[in-house]
């Protein structure tokens, strides 16, 4: 149904989306199916009938003039709604409708409507669709909508013409009907007597086994009305003996019935008042729930009908006896007896079985003097048996399945009834029974000329605020979004809208879906699609996905269906689709995160507007979410890594996700080529993640002893006594919601102690309870998940463009200094691989070419076409020669370019708009003035200037004075400070990131540190502790600046060893060596270097200068070059020990007499006797360099050789010499050789070599020690680098000896560690290598606890 197209005051469409098929459509399909019977009869929707109507028909302009013409005899123009929700929107919708139909002015019937505190709080859409509202009690629907003394009050205080009391509260009251005739208001409805006989469902079961119509065995089972003057009367005595009063008396009805049966209240009705009992054991307290559902109503016993289908036939009468029947509804599947879908029309039941049921409606109408809609329903059963279960006086909630199947307005219909209007004078039913709508003749409906026969097939879907994953529970609560999709053939009607809600005395039920079709699986198919596509986002689930899963169901296709067939569908544990776990668990982490982080910044930026200072830990950026589902706890830590971008880490495995808060609050994600709209609401003890159209709910974790309700209602009882002991999964309470009477049970075995009383209003997440556990060790515990999450993510994808790599890394960098870093252990290892993958993009000279396209191509068009052909024709010759070495980026032509059309412009405005359109081109060319080097310069500038605008704002004093001076300074952008803190609070990783980007420059382009020299002298000028490193290293790198560069001094270098190996040059001077070994500054980084020159001679030299300067402490006393077998350069030497050596001074002690230690040349010429026993000083060493370890590997044995004393036959003297010094070294059980192995490596990971280099040694520990191999040296060398250095010594079985790594051992005693002898000391890891930091542990008896811990350090000069 669609609302008028030129009415005045249109509705909102969130409140009520009505669409209907046209008239054509309808016409065709109705043709197809029943033109035999009604030849030439076209007939459209009622939406599109009643709309669009030809001007003949409208012959009225006022209500006064309708009732003159049609045959009435009360004018209505004023109308109270006694009623809300759903119910007054329709009401209101509909009469509107025929208005503007049958008036052209849809105000031509004012509505007056009841409002209650809830109601406005709720923001009810039917109360801005009011024309008038009077406010009324809130609470209980007792106080306002069925109150009948109320509501005839207002009547007669508005002075209304009639009310409509719609479904639901005072509706089926006869009291009300009765009141209002004494007062000359009319009621849109039956009688009171008629509504008493069939309204009450007592009454109208013995009215229909009055009227021989076949009832299920019940309390009152033969008792038939009496009958005087065709007039049908039922005394009270004949009533209550339908009626149980009580336990025992139901007991025994049913008992006389047998189990299972139905204990009802008279009074009750959409799922209220009616409970199904089993078994004996638990009717006491089903019974006291029905009591308590519907106080005051009689109750009766009905025997339940199994597989059996719940059909209806809706009836509407007129005041002058006239009845008709408009076909009928299968209203088969519910759960807890209130109807979930229905359809229009019967097609389960036989066609003559059902127009038996149909004519015993009428008959009953007929018989109790019945006026205005009502509902017969029935018990249908296989192969063609039907049982009376109820006439209902009133319309029905799913009544809009007959107005499209009958083209019948109903609420239109019954205030036309109430006008006086006959029911052959009423336009729809003549339309539908053949006649001229505009004609006046009388029908005779049980013999009409026509027979009706209803057209296509409807189902509907009530729209529910209950959660089918827990029994249908009711709640309520507010509606962020309500969006309903229609489409030609789906319609529906809401009585909430955006910003609206429901209260807890409201039904849960707000909306209503309708869907037609052809034929049944036609509509099905229509109402999938309607309901997928239906948006509701909410403090409260729905029923949406379920009834989707439904209508899916092969059950629900083939009408496999009775009334008990969802309640077996929900104890088998029927669920809804769900979305991937994996899936859900990323969206719910991301809801919880986010918002804890954004409130962590409110709260600092609350404070700080205040005037308070909170510590900076308090901005943080990650947050660790534990989510449990169905038993299993997911912890999940989540990092806020950019302003729209999230890195989640599970388990050790990781996912980057990009995330965009929208308006409505849910979030837009997008990770693994896939993108997810997601919302989360936080209930009291889960959260709610709906992703699309599905809900996956986490859990809290809570505590088992604190019971609370789940839901805002009222505490009707306890089921156990203060103290009184209850098993796992007992229930203790019940409480009122919405209307429902629910159960709670408790999870864990213990005594209850009760904090509210019966009676108390409560809150969701109230506790009403403690539980004193039995055994809180049985307490059943989560089951932590411990799998990844699964692959598919790569952090910078490699079919990216140039350009688009560099946004992606800038961003990066971008974010960390923003203070968005990345947890460890992830931050080091992006954080290296982005800095280099981003300058090799700046260095790539198709970078500026990428990013001109990117401006052209969006500005093409707008720009004039020569420009743009002299800028691509620039473009093309860039492109044509980029391998150049020469090749220039045409910067200054293009700008040349643009400012030479700019010049031809005579308008100002003219000139503003070309530099407005080219603005992104001249920005690109200003920063490629000084070409790509120039770019390079200008990138890393501003990422250091970004650094430093940031902390230079915290050098002034201590934290809270620096935040007090920025939030006076930037008073009026308190965001901005906070911001700022926030990037301070991240200062460790920043400085990270600044001095890595330091020393690629300096690794890479140290040309441009001269460039850089002013920001690099502001940063040394940072002096809080925080910033001690970027300032140290920046004062290192203007010192490293003001030396030569590694180049120079590398030609220096190679030119030195060229002149001192040269004898036969020109230019012959070995005493450069010499300078060279006792130069003052370090000459290991570039010396590596010449291990591996091609000239042999350089080599050697290179040794010789590497020996004498490591050992130039010590007296070399030997030194011999060789060569292994593959012509690799081989270095011997032996070398005594300083005097000041640790191993030295017992020695020292032996000869008192001379102050220093002698030499042997020393010893031959003293006159005295001195002690000789100096062999425990000398050392026999060897070095010999190689390009990778496996080439050290292969000639082991061979180096090895050398210390047995093997020696070319030409040097016989040091041969002989060297031999004499090997076999007596020999004689002593302590090794004295040493061996230096240097390996030239690309990089270089400390710990993986270290155990590469330790497992060799393992392996050839016994043929070391049968070699007198003292120590093994690796000194590693890395291009531009100091060597490190990694030991591994005899008496530590050949393990590395940690507290010398990366120091020389010739050098190390210097450090004088044999000082710290009383403590354990493990070597710390420094960033300036001549900076070695211990930390100490005294040494302690065993078993003894250590509580002297001490650091060490000292400084190699």
């Known amino acids: 149904m669609e609302e008028p197209p030129n009415t005045s005051a249109s509705p909102t469409p969130q409140s009520t989306v009505v669409t209907a098929p046209t008239a054509n459509q309808k016409s065709n399909a109705m043709n197809a199916s029943s033109s035999a019977s009604r030849p030439g009869l076209q007939r459209g929707s009622m939406s599109m009938a009643h709309l669009y109507v030809p001007s003949k028909d409208v012959t009225v302009a006022t209500p006064e003039e309708f009732v003159k013409k049609f045959g009435g005899n009360k004018v209505i123009d004023k109308v109270l709604i006694a009623n809300n929700g759903i119910a007054a929107v329709k009401c209101m919708r509909s009469m509107r409708r025929w208005a503007y139909e049958m008036f052209r002015n ?156 139905m204990i009802k209240a008279s009074e009750g009705g959409g799922g209220k008042g009616i409970r199904k009992a089993e078994s004996s054991d638990d009717f006491p307290n089903l019974f006291r729930q029905v009591q308590a559902e519907v106080p005051g109503s009689p109750i009766f016993i009905m025997k339940v009908a199994s597989c059996a289908h719940h059909l209806e036939v809706q009836l509407l009468a007129d005041q002058y006896g006239n009845a008709i029947s408009l076909f009928g509804r299968d209203c088969s599947i519910q759960r807890r007896h209130q109807k979930i879908i229905e359809e229009a029309p019967c097609i389960i039941a036989k066609r003559d079985i059902f127009e038996q049921m149909e004519k015993a409606a009428v008959r009953l109408a007929k018989m109790v003097g019945y006026c205005s809609a009502g509902t017969v329903e029935y018990l249908y059963e296989e192969p063609g048996s039907f049982f009376f279960l109820e006439l209902n006086p009133r319309l029905q909630v799913e009544h809009p399945c007959t107005e499209m199947i009958a083209d019948v307005n109903l609420p239109a219909a019954q205030l036309q009834v109430a006008m006086g209007i006959p029911l052959y004078r009423i336009k729809s039913i003549r339309t539908l029974y053949g006649e001229d709508p505009q004609g006046d003749s009388v029908i005779d409906f049980e013999n009409a000329n026509i027979r009706p026969t209803p057209w296509g097939h409807v189902i509907a879907a009530r729209i529910t605020s209950e959660n089918p994953e827990e029994g249908f529970k009711p709640s309520a609560g507010t509606v962020q979004e309500l969006n309903f999709r229609s489409s030609k053939n789906v319609w529906g009607y809401f009585s909430v809208a955006a910003s609206g809600g429901l209260h807890e005395f409201a039904d849960s039920q707000f909306g209503h879906c309708f869907s037609w079709g052809e034929d049944r699986e036609t509509a099905r198919e229509n109402m999938v699609i309607a309901l997928k596509e239906l948006s509701i986002r909410g403090d409260f689930r729905t029923t949406v996905e379920y009834l989707i899963t439904l209508l899916e169901t092969k059950d629900f296709q083939e009408l496999k269906l009775s009334t008990t067939w969802l309640d077996s569908m929900i104890a088998q544990r029927f669920r809804t689709e769900k979305p991937d776990v994996l899936l859900a668990l990323i969206c719910g982490a991301l809801h919880v995160a986010d918002q804890a982080l954004l409130n962590a910044f409110q709260n600092f930026q609350n404070s700080l507007e205040r005037g308070q200072v909170l510590p900076a830990y308090t901005l943080k950026n990650t947050e660790d979410v534990e989510l449990i589902y169905e038993g299993v706890k997911y912890v999940v830590q989540v990092t806020k890594c950019g302003p729209n971008s999230y890195f989640l880490v599970l388990n050790g495995s990781y996912k980057e996700v990009e995330v965009h808060r929208l308006a409505d609050g849910s979030l837009l994600i997008s990770f693994d080529g896939a993108s997810y709209t997601t919302y989360m609401k936080e209930e009291v003890d889960r959260w709610r993640v709906v992703i699309g159209n599905q809900t996956c709910v986490f859990e809290k974790e809570n505590d088992p002893t604190i019971l609370r309700t789940p839901s805002a209602g009222k505490l009707i009882c306890f089921r156990v006594e203060e103290g009184g002991h209850v098993n796992s999964g007992d229930i203790y309470a019940e409480i009122e919601v919405m209307k429902m009477v629910m159960t709670l049970s408790v999870t864990e075995s213990g005594c209850l102690y009760y904090n509210k009383r019966p009676g108390a209003v409560l809150d969701a997440g109230d506790i009403i309870a403690h539980l004193d556990l039995d055994d809180a060790s049985r307490i059943q515990k989560p089951k932590l998940f411990e799998e990844k999450f699964p692959t598919g993510n790569v952090e910078l994808t490699q079919n990216d463009k140039l350009n688009q790599i560099y946004k992606q890394c800038r961003n990066f960098l971008d974010n960390v200094l923003a203070g968005y870093c990345l947890p460890e252990p992830f931050f080091l290892h992006r954080l290296k691989e982005v800095i280099d993958r981003m300058m090799i993009t700046l260095k790539d000279p198709s970078l500026p070419l990428l990013e001109l396209q990117d401006v ?502």
């Not at 038939?224 to 003057?229: G, N, Q, S």
């Not at 009270?236 to 006389?256: D, F, M, P």
């Not at 030396?1043 to 002149?1059: C, G, K, T, V």
């Not at 593959?1126 to 001379?1154: D, G, K, M, T």
Request: proline share 4%.
């Open 856 to 1357: 052209i191509s969006s500005i093409s068009g707008r720009i004039p076409q020569v420009v743009e052909r002299k800028i691509r024709k620039l473009m093309a010759l860039y492109a044509s020669n980029i391998t150049s070495v020469l090749a220039q980026f045409p910067s200054q032509q293009i700008a040349n370019v643009i400012d030479s059309h700019a010049a031809t412009l005579q308008k100002r405005s003219d000139r503003d708009v070309f530099f407005l359109t080219t603005q992104g081109i001249v920005q690109l060319v200003q920063r490629y003035r000084n070409g790509i080097r120039g770019r390079l310069k200008s990138v890393v500038s501003e990422l250091l200037r970004q650094y430093l605008n940031v902390e230079s704002q915290f050098q002034t004093g201590h934290y809270d004075k620096c935040v007090s001076t920025l939030r006076e300074k930037y008073k009026d952008n308190i965001v901005n400070v906070v911001g700022t803190i926030f990037s301070h609070s991240q200062v460790a990783k920043k400085n990270i990131l600044v001095i890595q980007l330091i020393d690629h420059l300096w690794s890479h382009e140290p040309g441009l540190t001269d460039e850089l020299a002013a920001i690099f002298s502001d940063l040394t000028g940072l002096n809080r502790t925080e910033n001690a490193r970027v300032a140290l290293r920046a004062r290192q790198i203007l010192i490293a600046a003001h030396q030569p560069a590694y180049d120079l001094r590398h030609n220096q270098m190679e030119s030195i060893f060229l002149s001192a190996i040269d004898i036969y040059g020109h230019d012959f001077h070995p005493e450069n060596l010499q300078k060279l070994i006792m130069s003052e500054t370090s000459i290991f980084d570039v010396l590596q270097e010449f291990f591996y020159h091609t000239n042999r001679a350089v080599r050697m030299a290179a040794l010789e200068v590497y020996v004498r300067r490591s050992y130039t402490s010590y007296e070399l006393t030997r030194l011999l070059h060789t060569d292994l077998s593959n012509n690799r350069c081989v270095v011997q030497f032996e070398f005594l020990l300083p005097s000041s050596h640790p191993n030295r001074v017992p020695h020292n002690r032996l000869n008192p007499v001379i102050s220093h230690v002698p030499s042997f040349d020393e010893i031959d010429r003293l006159d005295f006797p001195l002690c000789r026993e100096l062999d425990n000083c000398q050392r026999m060493g060897c070095m010999a360099a190689f390009a990778k370890l496996e080439d050290f590997e292969e000639t082991f044995m061979e180096i090895l050789d050398l210390f047995n004393g093997s020696l070319e036959e030409e040097n016989d003297i040091l041969e002989m010499s060297m031999e004499e010094s090997s076999s007596r070294s020999m004689n002593h059980s302590e090794p004295i050789h040493i061996l230096n192995v240097a390996i030239r490596f690309d990089s270089f990971e400390d710990n993986t070599q270290s155990a590469r280099f330790a497992r060799f040694c393992s392996r050839h520990a016994e043929v070391l020690t049968a070699r007198g191999i003292r120590r093994i040296t690796y000194v590693c060398f890395v291009k531009k680098q100091h060597p490190k250095f990694f030991t591994y010594r005899h008496r530590d079985g050949f393990a590395e000896d940690r507290i010398y790594r990366h120091l020389e051992p010739a050098l190390a005693f210097q450090l004088e560690i044999n000082r710290m002898q009383n403590y354990e000391l493990e070597a710390l890891a420094t960033s300036n290598q001549k900076m070695h930091l211990y930390l100490g542990k005294a040494k302690v008896a065993k078993g003894q606890e250590v509580t002297d811990y001490r650091f060490f350090y000292s400084i190699n000069n």
């Open 106 to 261: 849809e105000r031509a019937i004012k509505f007056v409507a009841m409002v209650t505190p809830e109601d406005l709080k709720a923001n009810a859409e039917y109360i801005k669709m009011a024309d008038h509202f009077v406010p009324v009690p809130g609470g209980a629907n007792n106080n306002n909508y069925a109150n009948v003394e109320l509501i005839v009050d207002i009547a007669k205080r508005k002075q209304v013409q009639a009310v409509w009391a719609g479904w639901g509260h005072a509706s089926e009251n006869p009291k009300l009907p009765e009141l209002l005739y004494k007062h000359g208001i009319a009621f849109i409805g039956p009688p009171e007597k008629a509504m008493w006989a069939l309204g009450d469902k007592i009454a109208s079961s013995i009215v229909a086994q009055t009227a021989s119509i076949p009832t299920l065995p019940w309390s009152g089972s033969g008792l038939k009305a009496e009958i005087r003057d065709r007039k049908l009367k039922i005394s009270q005595e004949l009533y209550n003996k339908g009626c149980v009063e009580t336990v025992e008396q139901g007991l025994s009805a049913a008992q006389k019935i047998g189990f299972p049966v």
